[in-house]
């Protein structure tokens, strides 16, 4: 009986030794490290690459809970998890370091999971651990780059953020010290940019050193544009002269690499260097991280110079604008958003950082200018062209200020319309321009008065004589006749002196007149169009400053005429004038001139002016052109008929016409040199 219920006994022992031995077999097979353990959490077995990997025997290894092959900080996280595990008998995974044989922690991705009996018991623990410590390494340089490049993106301080990278570099690739040597290459030197591992005695003695090949390999890195790793400073023949060598091995320092920080124009902005305690050549690991530190390093370095240069520039324009008393702003119509600058706050008197929207700028727009303002606005709403514009504000003192402002219409990528304009403060010209003005006028009546005083006088005196001799000869040719017997002879010959001085007087008026009429006017080719041009361009400022514009439409390939430039100049300015005196109180519409030259049929050319002004009665169209008819206080009504007989004496014609719109159209024509002569009879 006995041997019946031995016999399978052994046989279910041999079975399960053979499953075990089976186990063993497997477990063993796996090429990543496996560890064995009983429901209670005893280490029963390891299989060969675990105990390679931690160098350490069966025995030792049973122990692991009270010695080092798990990192002490990540220990009681380890004992917890699996402590659960064992209660609930669930699969569970931990991340964790482990010691490797060298005394190296690396990561692991632990996994245990029970094995059950048939009835399920757990009969054993399998514990897998996978090697994350790459990918683990991979991750935390990702994180660490991100924070880096936040920090970049975030335009902190340059300082902090070359220290931020020495100490990634520094807790990443552990035992090294890490430096950012900034290059100035008018000296050209180094100072340093950040080392925060670095002592003072080491840092003060390299700041301002010379680039020069000698100085070590920072600076050898720097003049070569490329990588240079001094693998031991104390025996390498290369470093034996250099300058770093003392400095370094009195630091106890060996090894040195040196990269240079490359901007993305290729120049050299400083160089990244790694220092080791021991000789030694980087890893590929190191290298990695070195190429993604001076990737940073050389962003954040020409992000900041960049900025600086910006900030200068945008110091050295906003001097520019209050030196000139211009300001700009941008306005983006689609959304009217206005972009304002100091220079512009300050003319307006606006309150520094106010949001400024058209509706703010329209408080402070001159009354009388408000029409405008608004006719300007909505054709730049309407249009995409460039536009000038001259315009007064009323400030809360009701001061008034002048203001010339040009600006430029633009799209931005979307195509949105955006004007760029420049606006500049012209009081102190203005007033300086109008008091000038007030002087030449005054100046002028002066002259008229005295000229016109002179010209009296002259003929008072050069008439005066002949009259006052026809006078006195009449009385005494009266008294002779009177006589008893009449003196006949006497009276015939004081009646001769008689007709002498009349003749004399009225020599005098012939020679007033010959005075006044156009005998000698030069003749020369003239063009019409180039003569418009040069009299706008002279009375430019009285233009502006009665805020009118001028347009001109002028013919192509005008035939010249044959005249007296200055005079046609003359006629030229004369309605230029009108016209603007025409406008100077319309408020309402664009005080625009317009000047036009065409050909017309029999070889004539004209000229017309049109006004936007007040324009006449139909009744007064035929004085226009008479002498001395003026509607103006200090007009004399002498420009229009001096025009006209101007333009008389070229063999032209000059006349008046209402405009469909407001104000008039003057215009005069004149004949026109054909094929090189002139078409002008008695020219
Ligand atoms: P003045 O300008 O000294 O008055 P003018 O002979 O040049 O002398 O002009 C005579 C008059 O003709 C003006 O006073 C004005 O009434 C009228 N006149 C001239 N030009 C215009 C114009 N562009 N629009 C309306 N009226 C005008």
Same mark, same amino acid.
């Given at each position: 009986?006995?041997?019946?219920?031995? +016999?399978p006994?052994?046989?279910?022992e041999e079975?399960?030794?053979?499953?075990e031995?089976?186990f063993q077999l497997?477990v063993?097979?796996?090429?990543?490290?496996?560890a064995v353990?009983?429901?209670?959490?005893?280490v029963?077995?390891l299989?060969?690459?675990?105990?390679e990997?931690?160098?350490k025997?069966? +025995?030792?290894?049973k122990?692991? @809970?009270s010695?080092?092959?798990?990192?002490?900080?990540?220990l009681p996280?380890v004992i917890?998890?699996?402590?659960?595990?064992l209660?609930t008998?669930?699969?569970y995974e931990?991340e964790?370091?482990?010691?490797?044989f #060298?005394?190296?922690?690396?990561?692991?991705?632990?996994?245990?999971f029970?094995?059950k009996d048939?009835e399920?018991?757990?009969l054993?623990?399998c514990?897998l651990?996978?090697?994350?410590?790459d990918?683990k390494r !991979?991750?935390?340089?990702?994180?660490?780059e991100k924070r880096l490049?936040e920090m970049?993106a @975030?335009?902190g301080q340059?300082r902090d953020l070359l220290?931020a990278?020495c100490r990634?570099? +520094?807790?990443t690739a552990?035992?090294c010290k890490? /430096?950012?040597?900034?290059i100035d290459w008018s000296?050209p030197t180094f100072?340093?940019?950040?080392?925060?591992s670095?002592?003072?005695t080491?840092?003060d003695?390299l700041d301002?050193?010379?680039?020069?090949?000698s100085?070590g390999?920072?600076?050898?890195?720097?003049?070569t544009r490329?990588?240079?790793?001094a693998?031991?400073l104390? @025996?390498?023949l290369?470093? *034996?002269q250099?300058?770093i060598?003392p400095l370094a091995?009195?630091h106890?320092l060996?090894?040195?690499?040196?990269?240079?920080?490359?901007?993305r124009d290729?120049?050299?902005?400083?160089t990244?260097?790694?220092f080791?305690?021991?000789?030694?050549?980087p890893?590929?690991?190191?290298?990695?991280?070195i190429?993604?530190?001076?990737?940073i390093?050389s962003i954040?370095?020409?992000?900041?110079?960049?900025?600086?240069?910006?900030?200068?520039?945008?110091?050295f324009?906003a $001097?520019a604008?209050?030196l000139s008393?211009?300001?700009?702003?941008?306005?983006?119509?689609?959304?009217?958003?206005i &972009?304002w600058?100091a220079?512009l706050?300050r003319?307006?008197?606006?309150?520094p950082g106010?949001?400024?929207?058209? %509706?703010v700028?329209?408080?402070?727009v001159?009354p009388?200018?408000?029409?405008l303002? +608004?006719?300007m606005?909505?054709q730049a709403?309407?249009?995409a062209?460039?536009f000038e514009?001259?315009?007064?504000?009323?400030?809360? #003192?009701?001061s008034?200020?002048y203001m010339?402002?040009?600006a430029q219409?633009?799209r931005d990528?979307?195509?949105r319309? %955006?004007?760029?304009a420049?606006?500049?403060?012209v009081?102190?010209r203005?007033?300086?321009?109008e008091?000038l003005?007030r002087?030449?006028? %005054?100046?002028a009546r002066?002259?008229?008065?005295?000229?016109?005083g002179?010209?009296?006088?002259?003929?008072?005196h050069?008439?005066?004589?002949p009259?006052? /001799?026809?006078i006195t000869?009449?009385?005494?040719?009266?008294?002779?006749?009177?006589?008893?017997?009449p003196?006949?002879?006497?009276a015939r010959?004081? !009646?001769k002196? &008689?007709i002498? #001085?009349?003749?004399r007087?009225?020599?005098?008026?012939t020679?007033l007149? !010959?005075?006044?009429?156009?005998k000698?006017?030069?003749? #020369?080719?003239v063009?019409?169009?180039e003569?418009t041009?040069e009299?706008?361009?002279?009375s430019?400022?009285e233009?502006?400053?009665?805020r009118?514009t001028?347009r001109t439409?002028l013919?192509d %390939?005008l035939?010249?005429?044959? /005249?007296?430039?200055? $005079?046609?100049?003359q006629v030229i300015?004369n309605l230029?004038?009108?016209?603007s005196?025409?406008m100077s109180?319309?408020?309402?519409?664009h005080r625009?001139l317009?000047?036009?030259?065409?050909?017309?049929?029999?070889d004539?050319?004209?000229?017309?002016? *049109?006004?936007a002004g007040?324009?006449?009665?139909p009744?007064?169209l035929d004085r226009?052109f008479?002498?001395?008819?003026t509607t103006?206080?200090e007009?004399?009504?002498?420009g229009?008929?001096?025009?006209?007989?101007i333009?008389e004496n070229? @063999?032209g014609?000059?006349w008046?016409?209402p405009?469909?719109?407001?104000g008039?159209t003057?215009?005069?024509?004149?004949?026109c040199?054909v094929?090189g002569?002139p078409d002008?009879?008695?020219?």
């Amino acid at each position: 009986m006995e041997g019946d219920f031995r +016999e399978p006994l052994k046989r279910a022992e041999e079975a399960l030794r053979a499953r075990e031995f089976d186990f063993q077999l497997i477990v063993d097979s796996i090429p990543a490290p496996v560890a064995v353990i009983t429901p209670t959490g005893e280490v029963e077995t390891l299989n060969q690459p675990c105990l390679e990997y931690f160098g350490k025997t069966l +025995e030792e290894l049973k122990g692991w @809970s009270s010695s080092d092959p798990v990192h002490p900080e990540d220990l009681p996280h380890v004992i917890e998890v699996l402590t659960h595990a064992l209660e609930t008998g669930q699969t569970y995974e931990v991340e964790s370091r482990h010691r490797r044989f #060298d005394g190296i922690y690396r990561w692991f991705h632990v996994r245990g999971f029970p094995l059950k009996d048939t009835e399920g018991r757990i009969l054993r623990w399998c514990v897998l651990l996978t090697d994350i410590d790459d990918r683990k390494r !991979a991750e935390a340089q990702l994180a660490g780059e991100k924070r880096l490049l936040e920090m970049v993106a @975030s335009g902190g301080q340059l300082r902090d953020l070359l220290i931020a990278l020495c100490r990634f570099v +520094e807790d990443t690739a552990a035992d090294c010290k890490c /430096g950012i040597y900034l290059i100035d290459w008018s000296g050209p030197t180094f100072h340093t940019g950040a080392a925060p591992s670095m002592p003072a005695t080491f840092n003060d003695a390299l700041d301002g050193l010379t680039v020069e090949a000698s100085a070590g390999p920072c600076a050898l890195a720097a003049l070569t544009r490329s990588q240079v790793i001094a693998e031991d400073l104390e @025996s390498d023949l290369h470093w *034996q002269q250099s300058l770093i060598r003392p400095l370094a091995l009195g630091h106890g320092l060996r090894a040195q690499w040196s990269t240079p920080i490359c901007s993305r124009d290729g120049s050299v902005l400083g160089t990244f260097a790694v220092f080791q305690h021991g000789p030694a050549i980087p890893s590929q690991i190191q290298q990695d991280l070195i190429a993604q530190v001076t990737h940073i390093a050389s962003i954040a370095i020409e992000r900041a110079s960049n900025e600086e240069a910006l900030r200068r520039s945008a110091a050295f324009l906003a $001097q520019a604008q209050q030196l000139s008393r211009t300001g700009s702003f941008s306005w983006r119509v689609g959304t009217d958003e206005i &972009t304002w600058s100091a220079e512009l706050y300050r003319i307006y008197e606006f309150e520094p950082g106010a949001t400024i929207t058209l %509706e703010v700028i329209r408080t402070r727009v001159h009354p009388e200018d408000l029409t405008l303002y +608004e006719m300007m606005i909505e054709q730049a709403r309407n249009g995409a062209d460039d536009f000038e514009w001259q315009y007064r504000l009323l400030m809360p #003192d009701q001061s008034i200020k002048y203001m010339h402002a040009v600006a430029q219409a633009t799209r931005d990528s979307g195509g949105r319309l %955006e004007y760029i304009a420049a606006v500049r403060d012209v009081t102190a010209r203005r007033l300086s321009d109008e008091a000038l003005d007030r002087a030449r006028s %005054e100046f002028a009546r002066v002259a008229r008065v005295m000229s016109l005083g002179a010209l009296t006088a002259s003929i008072a005196h050069e008439v005066n004589q002949p009259l006052s /001799g026809i006078i006195t000869n009449a009385s005494t040719c009266m008294r002779m006749l009177d006589a008893e017997p009449p003196n006949v002879d006497g009276a015939r010959e004081t !009646a001769k002196r &008689t007709i002498r #001085d009349g003749r004399r007087a009225a020599d005098v008026i012939t020679r007033l007149r !010959a005075l006044f009429t156009n005998k000698d006017a030069a003749m #020369d080719l003239v063009d019409l169009n180039e003569a418009t041009r040069e009299v706008i361009a002279l009375s430019r400022s009285e233009l502006e400053r009665n805020r009118v514009t001028t347009r001109t439409e002028l013919a192509d %390939e005008l035939p010249p005429v044959t /005249g007296d430039r200055v $005079q046609l100049q003359q006629v030229i300015l004369n309605l230029l004038r009108n016209g603007s005196d025409a406008m100077s109180h319309v408020d309402d519409r664009h005080r625009e001139l317009l000047f036009r030259t065409e050909v017309e049929e029999g070889d004539r050319v004209r000229l017309s002016v *049109q006004d936007a002004g007040i324009g006449f009665q139909p009744q007064s169209l035929d004085r226009l052109f008479q002498t001395f008819y003026t509607t103006k206080e200090e007009g004399m009504g002498i420009g229009l008929a001096v025009s006209h007989s101007i333009i008389e004496n070229h @063999s032209g014609r000059m006349w008046a016409t209402p405009n469909d719109g407001p104000g008039v159209t003057f215009s005069f024509s004149i004949p026109c040199v054909v094929d090189g002569k002139p078409d002008v009879e008695g020219f």
